[in-house]
Structure formats: structure tokens, C-alpha cells
């Protein structure tokens, strides 16, 4: 993911892959929305550190429906991350 107006402390995910019955756009969306929040600083990392992670499994699902909220996914990428 190229961002050109991201924050300083904004986590950018470059690539991700996500096992199931989804489509890998809208899969790839409910993500990037669900870890928006996320900052360095949340993991306990300086600002502008890179963080290569080869596998996360986060105790709860990424919701795909489009109303569904995905405050407890982004929680649990947090909590796997630290």
C-alpha cells in the first residue's frame, strides 16, 4: 500500500493474506479499516520503525458484511502484535 498523505505513525500494511471465502478487495478494505487505529507507539515501537510480521492469528474473526464493525479484530491484531 502506497500512501502519499499518511501520518508519520500511521501503520501501513504492504502485503496481507487472508485465508477464506471472501472477496480479497473487500477483504483487503474491512482490514485496512479495522488496524486504522493502530500506531507504533500502541505496540510499543518508535514512530517510523519497520515491523516485518510473517503471521498473525488473531483470537477473532475480520467481520466481512459491510455493517459489521470490526473494533474486536483490530483489538486482537493489537493484542497478537504485542
Do not use: H, K, N, Y
Not at 21 to 40: N, T
Request: with cysteine.
Amino acid at each position: 500500500m502506497c500512501a502519499l498523505d499518511a501520518r508519520p505513525d500511521a501503520v501501513q500494511i504492504g502485503r496481507v493474506r487472508v485465508r477464506g471465502p471472501a472477496d480479497a478487495l473487500c477483504a483487503r478494505r474491512r482490514l485496512e479499516a479495522s488496524v486504522a487505529d493502530l500506531s507504533p507507539a500502541a505496540l510499543g515501537l518508535p514512530p517510523r520503525a519497520v515491523l516485518v510480521v510473517r503471521r498473525v492469528e488473531p483470537s477473532a474473526r475480520l467481520p466481512m458484511g459491510r455493517s459489521a464493525r470490526t473494533d474486536g479484530f483490530g483489538r486482537a491484531v493489537r493484542d497478537a502484535l504485542r
